[in-house]
């Protein structure tokens, strides 16, 4: 049998640990078993029950257990294309500069597009106070215990934020390379940020992530003399989980590689605007497809 | 730690169908939840315990099927299955897969009254 991950040492590693996670999960299941409540009805299908013992039916739903979470995020993605808006849902690890290439960001577009940003942290408004120094409104959420943002969470701070039409908000999401991969906020895409600073391994440690992630920033690259971070080999795991993920690499600091990263959202944006009711010449006025 | 979400939003679901179709509890649960959907299986029944606590799924048995990961390999027009997402094709050792089912997280079927 071939080996079926990467070949380093940790992979294999991980795939005894999701071993020994199902066999543990089986166990628990049984020590968690409330048959002694279900004695009446058995194992088996409940179709079989006698009518008039119980009241007990079948119901099949076939539902997304987060199918109100999208919903939600069906509802956001609505307003966001009356509104002829960019929506990026930005996610990383704590630590990844996510704020800071944020910052840098907002400084090289806000005088050439209408930019907005919720920012997502568990705790403190210090994320939404250095957003807001850059001039660019911004709305802090605080998840208290929760460790993603939601879409509802989200259509709420809309209310608030009231962002502009044609515009682009960035929300930048819990630092956590985990949950957020689940909830879908109704944004355009989900950009994973990395700093070099972390393990080139991240994308195949966190699957999930990159797998959702439209584009991967590579950030902090000034710091790649002093660091072994193999920038192909980083590259070459997130295709593995994601074949069709696009990769840029930038610094906010030294500058290198931003120009790629704002011609990408001058262009995300200019085709957002495409079709956009506002943005159709007024010779040709057409009724809006709500 | 979203194994608590996922339940919160669980019990949602349970509450609408309950009064879209008239039932006032729910008795047994069936979930279909892929082994690529990134979910801690012992994380979620932990958290159901707690969620389900003074609801209408209260004391409610939590049944899961665990679907495997299968994906699409380019080079070998075929379907494989893969234990993670990273995974290279078992057949041909390519990395070109598309994952086609083993993420998802439904709610399968009731037993209500």
Redesign the interface.
């Given at each position: 049998?071939?080996?079926?991950?990467?070949g380093c040492g940790e992979?294999e590693t991980?795939?005894e640990g999701?071993e020994h996670?199902?066999g543990?999960?089986h166990s628990?299941?049984h020590d968690?078993?409330?048959?002694h409540?279900?004695l009446d009805?058995g194992q088996g299908p409940?179709r079989a029950h006698a009518p008039g013992m119980?009241?007990?039916?079948?119901?099949?739903?076939?539902?997304?257990?987060?199918?109100?979470?999208d919903e939600y995020a069906d509802a956001n993605r609505r307003r966001f294309a009356e509104r002829g808006m960019l929506v990026l849902n930005m996610v990383s690890s704590p630590g990844s500069g996510k704020t800071t290439l944020l910052t840098a960001t907002l400084d090289a577009l806000k005088n050439e597009i209408p930019l907005s940003v919720i920012e997502g942290d568990q705790q403190t408004l210090n994320d939404a106070e250095r957003i807001r120094a850059t001039g660019v409104p911004a709305l802090q959420i605080n998840t208290g215990k929760?460790?993603?943002l939601?879409a509802h969470q989200v259509g709420h701070a809309l209310d608030h934020l009231a962002p502009v039409e044609r515009s682009i908000l960035f929300i930048e999401n819990v630092g956590n390379l985990?949950?957020p991969?689940?909830?879908d906020l109704g944004e355009a895409h989900k950009i994973a940020i990395l700093s070099v600073t972390e393990g080139e391994d991240k994308?195949?440690k966190y699957?999930?992530m990159f797998?959702a992630a439209d584009l991967m920033l590579l950030s902090k690259i000034d710091l790649l003399p002093h660091l072994d971070f193999d920038l192909d080999r980083c590259i070459d795991?997130a295709?593995?989980?994601n074949?069709g993920i696009q990769v840029l690499a930038v610094s906010a600091r030294s500058g290198e590689g931003m120009e790629n990263w704002l011609q990408w959202l001058r262009l995300e944006h200019q085709s957002r605007l495409l079709g956009h009711a506002s943005s159709t010449t007024r010779d040709t006025p057409r009724q809006e497809i709500a | 730690?979203?194994e608590m979400?996922?339940c919160e939003?669980?019990l949602?679901?349970l509450e609408?169908?309950a009064q879209k179709?008239g039932?006032q509890r729910v008795?047994?649960i069936w979930?279909e939840v892929g082994e690529?959907a990134?979910v801690?299986?012992?994380a979620l029944?932990f958290s159901f315990?707690v969620v389900i606590r003074g609801s209408l799924a209260e004391?409610a048995?939590l049944n899961?099927e665990?679907p495997p990961g299968k994906a699409w390999c380019m080079h070998c027009s075929t379907t494989v299955t893969?234990?993670?997402?990273?995974?290279?094709c078992?057949d041909c050792?390519s990395?070109?897969?598309?994952?086609t089912s083993g993420?998802?997280?439904?709610?399968?079927?009731?037993?209500?009254?």
């Amino acid at each position: 049998m071939m080996c079926t991950v990467c070949g380093c040492g940790e992979g294999e590693t991980r795939i005894e640990g999701h071993e020994h996670e199902h066999g543990h999960a089986h166990s628990h299941d049984h020590d968690h078993d409330h048959s002694h409540e279900h004695l009446d009805y058995g194992q088996g299908p409940a179709r079989a029950h006698a009518p008039g013992m119980s009241q007990a039916r079948m119901v099949q739903i076939e539902q997304d257990i987060l199918g109100k979470n999208d919903e939600y995020a069906d509802a956001n993605r609505r307003r966001f294309a009356e509104r002829g808006m960019l929506v990026l849902n930005m996610v990383s690890s704590p630590g990844s500069g996510k704020t800071t290439l944020l910052t840098a960001t907002l400084d090289a577009l806000k005088n050439e597009i209408p930019l907005s940003v919720i920012e997502g942290d568990q705790q403190t408004l210090n994320d939404a106070e250095r957003i807001r120094a850059t001039g660019v409104p911004a709305l802090q959420i605080n998840t208290g215990k929760g460790c993603h943002l939601d879409a509802h969470q989200v259509g709420h701070a809309l209310d608030h934020l009231a962002p502009v039409e044609r515009s682009i908000l960035f929300i930048e999401n819990v630092g956590n390379l985990v949950c957020p991969a689940a909830f879908d906020l109704g944004e355009a895409h989900k950009i994973a940020i990395l700093s070099v600073t972390e393990g080139e391994d991240k994308p195949i440690k966190y699957p999930d992530m990159f797998a959702a992630a439209d584009l991967m920033l590579l950030s902090k690259i000034d710091l790649l003399p002093h660091l072994d971070f193999d920038l192909d080999r980083c590259i070459d795991y997130a295709r593995r989980v994601n074949s069709g993920i696009q990769v840029l690499a930038v610094s906010a600091r030294s500058g290198e590689g931003m120009e790629n990263w704002l011609q990408w959202l001058r262009l995300e944006h200019q085709s957002r605007l495409l079709g956009h009711a506002s943005s159709t010449t007024r010779d040709t006025p057409r009724q809006e497809i709500a | 730690m979203h194994e608590m979400s996922l339940c919160e939003g669980l019990l949602q679901v349970l509450e609408t169908e309950a009064q879209k179709q008239g039932f006032q509890r729910v008795k047994q649960i069936w979930l279909e939840v892929g082994e690529l959907a990134g979910v801690e299986i012992d994380a979620l029944r932990f958290s159901f315990d707690v969620v389900i606590r003074g609801s209408l799924a209260e004391q409610a048995r939590l049944n899961i099927e665990r679907p495997p990961g299968k994906a699409w390999c380019m080079h070998c027009s075929t379907t494989v299955t893969v234990r993670q997402r990273f995974d290279a094709c078992p057949d041909c050792g390519s990395y070109q897969l598309q994952v086609t089912s083993g993420d998802q997280m439904k709610i399968k079927e009731l037993e209500v009254e």
